[in-house]
């Protein structure tokens, strides 16, 4: 008699938590599709001609030129075969040229991305260590001076304007006391590292050079400092709520009873039953920080997406706003995805819903 096999539960194509995950990327694709079409409708609603909007009034008055890019992106046919036509475009890593650095969107962007990420990354990795710790404090010391204390400090950090807080920042450490670089991401002296993958820091790793990564780390400091300020406070707040909501729940009860000790129950209890909801102010900050750099990154001479940004904007960079737009938007639902994948794997009663 032959002997069946049997598939694991979890590996199961019916298994709960892979059925939550595929109608979740489904969700995402559909968002996706959504996010292509209002970028290409921005080409249709350009006031006046969008061939003269993409290509520049010089470029424009070159008949051959016109009819090369009509021919390229199908201008001359129905709008739902240009919209097929730009998909199949960006498919190929075709974003159009930028008029500002005249060169494809696409490679600008390969470029001010990484610079983007490795800044913000480090602002969500210091805001989650120090918001969690403040908010865990606050939470199992509510109501004594130590909750006060870091509830005023939390308030601070969100009052204080980004922009204000960066210029003297940098008018501080860097100006006044010299204990900080100045703009970019590395010194004139030092050349980036080989490119794996765009953060300086983590390619100058892979490559095994310590200088140009201890320059690339103390470049980020200031950067990170004030993206991070905001964050931190406004994780230390959600952080407290949320532990003071779990720390009165019947299992974290009985966790104590057990005489478990105080950062057993506060990491296998509290945290974890918490995760949840920090999880996802986690998920919409670190999108905000990737999308919202453009005044941090002005101040500091930083080459990431805002500035990238800001300069498409200010020289009416048809292209270049609408590749920084789909990339934003990508963004957001790769966050959301992952912040999405996390939920079914920490609580089974999402995947189950």
């Not at 938590?17 to 979740?24: I, M």
């Not at 991305?113 to 210091?126: D, H, K």
């Not at 006060?148 to 204000?164: D, E």
């Not at 966790?255 to 296998?268: E, H, I, N, Q, Y």
């Amino acid at each position: 008699m032959a002997s069946s096999i049997t598939v694991p539960r979890r590996y199961s194509a019916r298994s709960p938590l892979v059925g939550y995950l595929l109608r979740r990327l489904g969700t995402s694709i559909l968002l996706l599709i959504g996010v292509t079409v209002v970028t290409f409708a921005l080409t249709n609603l350009v006031p006046g001609n969008p061939v003269a909007a993409a290509l520049g009034e010089g470029a424009a008055s070159n008949p051959a030129t016109v009819a090369a890019y009509v021919e390229k992106y199908g201008l001359d046919q129905p709008l739902p075969l240009q919209y097929l036509t730009y998909v199949g475009n960006l498919f190929q890593g075709d974003m159009g040229t930028s008029l500002h650095t005249r060169q494809p969107v696409a490679d600008d962007l390969l470029k001010a991305v990484p610079a983007t990420v490795e800044v913000a990354l480090g602002a969500i990795i210091v805001s989650l260590a120090v918001g969690t710790a403040l908010g865990s404090l606050a939470a199992y010391r509510r109501g004594k001076i130590t909750d006060q204390v870091v509830r005023v400090v939390s308030l601070i950090g969100l009052s204080i304007p980004t922009f204000w807080l960066a210029l003297t920042s940098f008018y501080i450490f860097f100006l006044q006391l010299r204990i900080a670089p100045g703009s970019g991401r590395l010194s004139p002296i030092y050349t980036p590292p080989p490119t794996v993958t765009g953060l300086y820091t983590v390619d100058a790793l892979l490559a095994g050079q310590w200088d140009i990564f201890f320059d690339a780390m103390a470049h980020l400091m200031l950067p990170v400092f004030v993206l991070s300020l905001f964050t931190i406070g406004l994780l230390t707040r959600f952080v407290r709520t949320s532990v003071l909501e779990v720390l009165d729940a019947d299992y974290v009860r009985a966790g104590r009873a057990k005489g478990l000790s105080g950062s057993r129950v506060l990491f296998g209890y509290v945290l974890r039953g918490a995760s949840l909801p920090i999880l996802t102010i986690v998920g919409l900050a670190f999108g905000s920080l990737l999308s919202g750099t453009v005044l941090v990154e002005a101040v500091f001479a930083w080459p990431g997406l805002g500035t990238y940004a800001y300069e498409s904007a200010t020289s009416l960079d048809l292209p270049g706003i609408m590749g920084v737009g789909l990339v934003v938007g990508v963004i957001y639902l790769g966050i959301n995805f992952i912040v999405d994948m996390l939920y079914g794997v920490l609580d089974p009663r999402v995947r189950l819903a």
